[in-house]
């Protein structure tokens, strides 16, 4: 059975500190990992990950894939109030259903 | 350009009473699809339709039905809502790969 899994659930850090949130999966057909940071509102795309050991950059989010050992993270660094929010993370196929999420992880950043 | 749109933001039903939840994508997209939100679940996929005519059952189908005649809208029925149905409604449309979410639609089922 396909699955996606994220670790932690969730996740409570001071401002300043890093955070490393891990995902997980076995996916028939895979075809891409996004992650998505989901506010009050609608998830909103943060990186889409194709190739094993490539880094994806932007500010201070990170994310690299490793296609062999079937994993994501999504890094953090000097996190802010701001990054509070839930991360998810999906998975694309080639076929059928496109995209399968995980549960998400929930991070607090407290001042 | 106003990407997918999501009618009702908020909507309060009795149980057994149906409803039609409305999405529109104005980005040509083929791809789109409705999912559900529960705490502690993720997104869970309902239906999807990979061009007009065609839709297809996700994870969670049942109470749920969905028609796709043009490419621009996709609404998700249900027909008679249960208190098991209250949650936060996303949909979706997809292109190379990058999902875009509508702003949500808030249903209580009481």
């Known amino acids: 059975e396909d699955k996606v899994v994220q670790s932690p659930l969730s996740l409570v850090v001071h401002e300043g500190d890093t955070v490393t949130l891990n995902c997980s999966y076995e996916?028939?057909?895979?075809?891409?990992l996004l992650w998505y940071k989901q506010g009050k509102k609608a998830p909103t795309f943060l990186f889409m990950l194709?190739?094993?050991?490539i880094e994806k950059k932007s500010g201070r989010l990170s994310s690299i894939l490793d296609k062999k050992e079937l994993f994501s993270i999504l890094n953090i660094t000097a996190t802010q109030t701001g990054d509070s929010a839930i991360y998810l993370c999906?998975?694309?196929?080639?076929?059928?259903?496109?995209?399968?999420f995980g549960t998400g992880t929930s991070l607090t950043v407290i001042p | 350009n106003a990407g997918v749109t999501q009618t009702p933001k908020f909507q309060v039903l009795k149980t057994g009473q149906s409803m039609t939840l409305q999405c529109a994508q104005d980005?040509?997209?083929?791809?789109m699809s409705w999912y559900r939100q529960d705490p502690g679940m993720g997104l869970r996929l309902i239906h999807y339709?990979?061009?007009?005519?065609?839709?297809d059952q996700g994870e969670v189908p049942n109470g749920y039905n969905v028609s796709r005649s043009t490419t621009e809208d996709f609404p998700l029925r249900l027909l008679s809502a249960a208190p098991s149905q209250t949650s936060v409604y996303f949909c979706?449309?997809?292109?190379?790969?990058?999902?875009?979410f509508g702003e949500g639609s808030r249903l209580t089922v009481l």
């Open positions: 999906a998975v694309d196929r080639t076929t059928g259903n496109q995209f399968y």
């Open positions: 339709s990979v061009g007009a005519g065609i839709t």
């Open positions: 996916v028939t057909n895979f075809r891409s």
């Open positions: 194709t190739s094993s050991g």
């Open positions: 980005m040509n997209h083929e791809y």
């Open positions: 979706a449309s997809s292109w190379d790969g990058e999902l875009f």
